[in-house]
């Protein structure tokens, strides 16, 4: 099956900074790839579509200006968390959508736990 | 709206067969997902429907019914590894996924 990797796996960090996390697509093209947040107890709480070579399409009550996307090729799309605070610790996933003929199946990345402290 | 329902927590025996129901209204319909999500991990790919009927793979099965709207994962011979949430997903006509809060499945010995 296809394989999404993710960027880093966890990251601690100090209110206030930025982390980046890096979502690939291995063995696939993966036009449109989607940001996740989950936080402890509940559900996967969509946040993004990242398309390639356009500005990523944001859920409501997502800020975009705080979780910038860059989806600059076909393999990778970045999120990034600028000045991160103590109630943006969650966990990060992506999911990359196969889109070959008739194949609709998203592949997530085995996610990102962000602490900020 | 689009509304994705289904229990939040179900309880089994190991060994046992249990069925979590999903039902759905959504602008229009591309396939429905089941995903299986353990505790700190990202969930993986159980099954897909996309026409009325059961599939059948291995020990879990999902059915579909797009006419009720309604779809069932049906987990056999339950063991202590799938304790898990069981996630439900429809893709709408914009093949945008819409996503069920999730089943908390416990097996117990």
């Known amino acids: 099956g296809a394989v999404v990797s993710q960027h880093p796996s966890w990251v601690i960090c100090k209110s206030g900074t930025s982390v980046k996390i890096e979502c690939r697509s291995l063995d696939f093209q993966a036009t449109t790839m989607f940001w996740y947040r989950q936080f402890p107890k509940q559900s996967l709480m969509l946040m993004a579509t990242s398309n390639e070579g356009s500005k990523a399409t944001y859920e409501q009550g997502v800020e975009k200006d705080k979780f910038l996307i860059n989806h600059a090729s076909l393999t990778l799309s970045t999120l990034t968390v600028t000045s991160a605070h103590p109630e943006d610790s969650s966990f990060y996933i992506c999911?990359?959508?196969?889109?070959?003929?008739?194949?609709?199946?998203?592949?997530f990345g085995p996610g990102t736990r962000l602490t900020v402290l | 709206g689009q509304n994705i329902d289904q229990p939040t927590e179900m309880t089994a025996t190991e060994g046992a067969i249990v069925q979590i129901n999903c039902t759905y209204q959504t602008s229009g319909f591309n396939g429905l997902f089941w995903y299986q999500q353990h505790a700190g991990e990202a969930p993986t790919f159980l099954s897909y429907?996309?026409l009325d009927g059961l599939e059948e793979k291995g020990r879990f099965s999902s059915f579909l019914s797009r006419s009720k709207g309604y779809s069932y994962l049906l987990l056999k011979e339950l063991q202590m590894k799938d304790s898990a949430s069981y996630l439900c997903a429809v893709m709408d006509s914009n093949y945008q996924l819409i996503w069920g809060a999730g089943t908390k499945l416990i097996i117990k010995p």
């Open positions: 999911s990359a959508r196969d889109q070959r003929e008739g194949y609709n199946e998203q592949f």
């Open positions: 429907n996309v």
